[in-house]
């Protein structure tokens, strides 16, 4: 069953969707990201997740400890949330870990085919909820690559049915993932070419059992995303769409000294941030 004692992602996500925002689940990869985007969320007053992919917790362990630490010292609701999980065993030892720092995970057996992703979840959501973490599953397979995610280009894409709805419900996760014709990474000269009415009856089937998380925003405009939003998402995941003018300034000014350019980097970043939780309707509601 859903977890039901006080739970920080779930407490944003519910809030959200109670008062008719959504929030930005923003991906970190180090220490100047958390920085902008903790910034971000002060200066707006906005509740946030954030996001670190299981690669990231390997390659850089004490990361995941100084989010814990920014989300105590914050004077907004903050979360932190692992995401694409897909090692099994990294996610028992993760959640096992007695100074886990993580409020949620995303248990993603997407990878496998429908009865062993489903099994493979029912039992890794128990392993987390007996800890006192939040899970995310995605129902269907949402095509594309990240890093450090494994890339199922080479598997149908799976568009989420109601049948796959009620099975993942069943499993006991606490936020779904659908798969609407979104894609990990870019989407090509075309854009989003998202089933939004899809996303609507999703809305309309769960019915409030649990909350709708949206992957896949690369290249989304902010009509795209506000539309994603009235048609349901509420947690929104974002990576490219954030980090890319973070990307771009480094490029551009390489060679200054380094100490400038991370300042001038995270005031890039934080600005692009409170823009997006302008469009996606939490600013202000911390």
Same mark, same amino acid.
């Given at each position: ?45 906005s509740p946030l997740l ?21 989300i105590e010292t914050a ?31 995303m248990v993603d057996m ?7 992703? =489903?099994?493979? $979840?029912?039992?890794? %959501?128990?392993?987390?909820?007996? /800890?006192? !973490?939040?899970?995310? &599953? ?75 998380? =949206?992957?896949? $925003?690369?290249?989304? %405009?902010?009509?795209?995303?506000? /539309?994603? !939003?009235?048609?349901? &998402? ?53």
């Open positions: 069953m859903p977890l039901e004692r006080p739970n920080r992602t779930l407490q944003i996500i519910k809030d959200a969707a109670s008062r008719n925002y959504a929030v930005l689940a923003c991906v970190a990869y180090n220490i100047e990201h958390l920085t902008a985007l903790v910034r971000a969320a002060e200066a707006k007053r954030i996001l670190l992919f299981p690669a990231t917790v390997k390659q850089l362990p004490t990361l995941g400890h100084a989010v814990k630490k920014a004077t907004v609701p903050l979360a932190l949330h692992l995401d694409h999980a897909q090692d099994e065993a990294q996610i028992r030892e993760i959640a096992g870990a007695p100074d886990c720092p993580f409020d949620s995970i997407s990878h496998y085919e429908q009865e062993e992703n =489903l099994q493979k $979840t029912k039992v890794l %959501t128990k392993v987390c909820q007996d /800890r006192g !973490i939040a899970v995310e &599953a995605e129902s269907g397979r949402i095509n594309g690559y990240e890093d450090g995610i494994a890339d199922t280009g080479a598997l149908e894409a799976i568009m989420t049915s109601p049948e796959e709805v009620e099975d993942f419900l069943a499993t006991g996760i606490d936020m779904l993932a659908p798969s609407i014709g979104n894609i990990h990474g870019d989407y090509g000269p075309k854009g989003p070419l998202l089933d939004y009415d899809r996303l609507e009856k999703i809305k309309q089937q769960i019915n409030g059992r649990v909350p709708i998380a =949206l992957h896949g $925003t690369n290249d989304f %405009t902010p009509e795209i995303l506000t /539309r994603c !939003i009235q048609a349901g &998402a509420v947690k929104l995941n974002v990576n490219k769409l954030l980090l890319e003018v973070w990307n771009v300034h480094l490029a551009e000014n390489a060679t200054k000294p380094l100490m400038g350019l991370m300042d001038e980097g995270m005031d890039v970043l934080q600005a692009e941030v409170e823009r997006w939780m302008d469009t996606c309707g939490s600013s202000g509601k911390a």
